[in-house]
């Protein structure tokens, strides 16, 4: 059920039926006071502006002709020409009976599914995902989720960063490895396998030279380069699926879609871009100059898609990668969660996609950015040694932390009941964290804040789904027993009501701008809205046995949209805590 679309389509029709051109937007929008009703329609100024008609005028004309009949209780004209309703109790409480029964909280799948390619994860092989993976898995994950459960084809594509030129030295150390080690293959530690890597590139001229002669090889597809570089691919993969499993993140080993994938379509895209006019030889290199960005002399920046000794370049597999998802995956979609540090590489590779006609306008290429995590300090997030954090030893602290925190409020609870409790809360709520703020911003990672059971957090969010589940073991009542039709004639059930059913409406923003923050903000407000509720109109000694069904209702449908939109975050719900 979505009432947003519904009244949109109406005010359309009214707006329509005044004068206005079929285009015009309603403007139809949650209204953010109970005094301006549930929805407002703003869209009349603008369309009064282009007719020549006194806004008000128009309000007046299309209230005449806007058919909410069964819909709105009231609708009334506020300030220049915006057009306020309030939604019929009745409405409300058919439309909570049928979201209440079904086990998508009445949410409909798209008409339409798209196919979306979601660009998310991404890390590279044989080094620790480090914190800007961090954030684009999780993001990344619940943007899929949500599209998945609108209906959506969603391809996950794990842009792995298994190529480049830093191979060789990785091999070479990889056999040192082997042959010292007699196959023990300690790359446990990923960030310290690359660091020695380095330092014997970088201090053993035999190793740097062997090094060298294996980029040479690994390219030219020698069978043992390319079986050690296997092998350094699958360890690395091996680990991170270990880390999404953890986190409850829905990417698998099939979801690899790493750079080299692209490496066959290189040599191809470089010809044609020259053979357009886009690229040139500059220097021996080929370049792609750009009038829309400009370099510091405010001449065309040139974008270097093939280096002097033949090696392409990071730019030149993101142009591959986009035409592969629009022409070979069918893409009508792509979204990429990467940090914001890498706008202007995307901005400047879907410059020459769109130039080159790899990608047509119709198929939108999307940057959901996100910002920094940093400390408490306001720096970027480092260790106290001032190292970069791994992302295993912070989830082994998440975990610690909750195990602390559940146990001290559960004393009798089971072992492994408390286990599972500790994995939903302390992973819970370092996902929760990051979703819930703004991605576009940097954001303060601090334990105390996301462990809180007060205010937008997992525990609390999670803590306040245990409570409703706690009000239908004490009716001694399951589903099927509810019978009753809902009523609605307190203010705090309209409230509720009303917001439960936007449930599809915050998906669908989510789905549209990639914010998994909307939903969150969306499910924090239903809580609270729950616990007005409760505290007011009383479920279990009701006055009647219809009021107390009709409660139970709005109850099972607030546990059903917390689960549901809980779920689309990838955060795990208990039935107590
Ligand atoms: N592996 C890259 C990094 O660690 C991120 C790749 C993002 N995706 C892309 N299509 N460029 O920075």
């Known amino acids: 059920m979505n009432i947003q679309a519904l009244l949109s389509d109406k005010v359309s029709q009214a707006l329509i039926a005044a004068g206005a051109p079929a285009d015009c937007e309603p403007q139809v929008r ?93 890390p590279n092989v044989a080094k620790e995902m480090h914190v800007g993976h ?74 740097a030279e062997r090094a060298r002669a294996y980029v040479v090889k690994l390219q030219g597809g020698d069978e043992y380069c390319r079986q050690m570089w296997r092998k350094l691919v699958d360890i690395t993969m091996t680990q991170n699926q270990l880390t999404y499993e953890r986190m409850n993140v829905t990417l698998t080993r099939d979801d690899v879609m790493g750079e080299s994938l692209y490496n066959p379509m290189l040599p191809g895209i470089v010809a044609d871009l020259k053979e357009k006019g886009l690229a040139t030889e500059s220097e021996g290199a080929t370049v792609v100059f750009l009038d829309e960005y400009k370099n510091k002399e405010g001449e065309p920046m040139g974008v270097i898609i093939q280096k002097k000794d033949g090696g392409y370049l990071y730019t030149t597999t993101d142009i591959a990668c986009a035409k ?46 996100f910002g920094m995590m940093l400390g408490k300090d306001g720096k970027p997030f480092k260790t106290r040694a001032g190292g970069t954090i791994k992302l295993t030893e912070l989830l082994d602290e998440a975990m610690e932390r909750a195990r602390r925190l559940v146990g001290e409020k559960n004393p009798d609870m089971p072992a492994d009941e408390l286990e599972k409790l500790a994995d939903a809360v302390g992973i819970g709520a370092v996902k929760y964290a990051d979703l819930s703020k703004s991605r576009t911003t940097d954001y303060v990672f601090d334990w105390d804040n996301m462990l809180a059971f007060e205010g937008n957090t997992a525990p609390y969010m999670q803590y306040a789904y245990t409570r ?110």
């Open 30 to 122: 949650q209204s953010a006071k109970a005094q301006f009703g549930d929805y407002q329609a703003n869209g009349v100024m603008a369309v009064a502006k282009k007719l020549g008609m006194p806004p008000r005028q128009l309000a007046e004309q299309v209230i005449a002709s806007l058919d909410l009949t069964g819909i709105a209780a009231k609708v009334e004209i506020a300030g220049p020409g915006f057009i306020n309703i309030f939604l019929d109790p009745v409405f409300l409480a058919q439309r909570v009976d049928e979201a209440a029964a079904s086990d998508r909280a009445g949410v409909t799948k798209v008409a339409q599914p798209q196919t979306v390619v979601v660009d998310y994860s991404a």
């Open 134 to 207: 961090v954030r684009s898995t999780i993001i990344g994950d619940a943007a899929v989720r949500t599209l998945e459960f609108l209906g959506h084809k969603v391809i996950r594509a794990n842009h792995v960063g298994d190529w480049g030129t830093q191979f060789g030295m990785l091999i070479a150390f990889l056999e040192k490895q082997q042959n010292e080690n007699a196959g023990d293959m300690a790359l446990a530690d990923l960030e310290n396998f690359y660091r020695e890597a380095k330092k014997h590139y970088d201090e053993d001229a035999d190793f």
């Open 324 to 369: 592969y998802r629009y022409e070979t995956l069918h893409a009508d979609r792509v979204l990429y969660y990467i940090d914001s540090r890498q706008h202007q590489h995307l901005m400047q590779a879907w410059t020459i996609v769109r130039k080159a006609g790899y990608v047509p306008d119709s198929v939108p290429l999307e940057h959901h950015m």
């Open 468 to 577: 409703v589940l706690s009000v239908f073991r004490k009716a001694g009542v399951d589903e099927s027993s509810l019978t009753a039709p809902v009523a609605i004639t307190e203010e705090r059930e309209a409230a509720l009501a009303a917001r439960l059913l936007q449930f599809e409406e915050t998906l669908t923003t989510v789905a549209r701008e990639g914010t998994p923050h909307v939903m969150c903000a969306y499910l924090y407000d239903v809580a609270g809205l729950f616990s007005g509720f409760y505290e007011h109109c009383p479920i279990l000694s009701a006055g009647s046995d219809a009021v107390r069904q009709s409660r139970l209702k709005l109850a099972l449908l607030t546990a059903k949209t917390l689960k549901l939109g809980l779920d689309t975050l990838g955060i795990k719900t208990v039935e107590r805590m």
